[in-house]
């Protein structure tokens, strides 16, 4: 079983940048066949999806984070990334990579929709 862990959060002010990565401890496992997305979840409200990302490298995003975060995935390290500019205090949360072995999901802001996870990186951004 592929196991997601998730580095890069911290702190920064409103309009400031992170970077959050999500690799693999597996050396045989490769993102390649894998469809994989960021969610978060800020206290007390639900985990939300904010970025997908499929095989073929098709992307989506929840319109509060388009045009300010972008996924990407480099398929020879095994790494998942998600680029966030623009950052507003209402982006804190702690942020979950996911994955699932599929080509294609139509549903790719469900939690149920995969079914490997990381234990998350706190992003918290002050005004």
């Known amino acids: 079983q592929v196991q997601l862990a998730e580095s890069g959060g911290g702190s920064v002010q409103a309009g400031g940048s992170l970077r959050v990565s999500c690799s693999t401890s597996?050396?045989?496992?490769?993102?390649?066949?894998?469809?994989m997305a960021w969610f978060r979840q800020a206290p007390g409200k639900e985990r939300e999806g904010v970025a997908y990302?499929?095989?073929?490298?098709?992307?989506r995003y929840v319109d509060s984070v388009k045009g300010r975060f972008t996924i990407a995935k480099d398929n020879a390290k095994n790494t998942l990334y998600l680029q966030m500019n623009s950052l507003k205090p209402e982006d804190t949360a702690m942020y979950y990579c996911?994955?699932?072995?599929?080509?294609?999901?139509?549903?790719?802001?469900?939690?149920?929709?995969?079914?490997?996870w990381g234990q998350g990186t706190q992003v918290t951004v002050s005004s």
């Open positions: 990302i499929s095989t073929d490298g098709n992307t």
């Open positions: 996911a994955a699932v072995r599929s080509r294609f999901l139509y549903r790719p802001f469900v939690t149920s929709s995969y079914d490997i």
């Open positions: 597996e050396y045989t496992a490769s993102y390649s066949g894998y469809c």
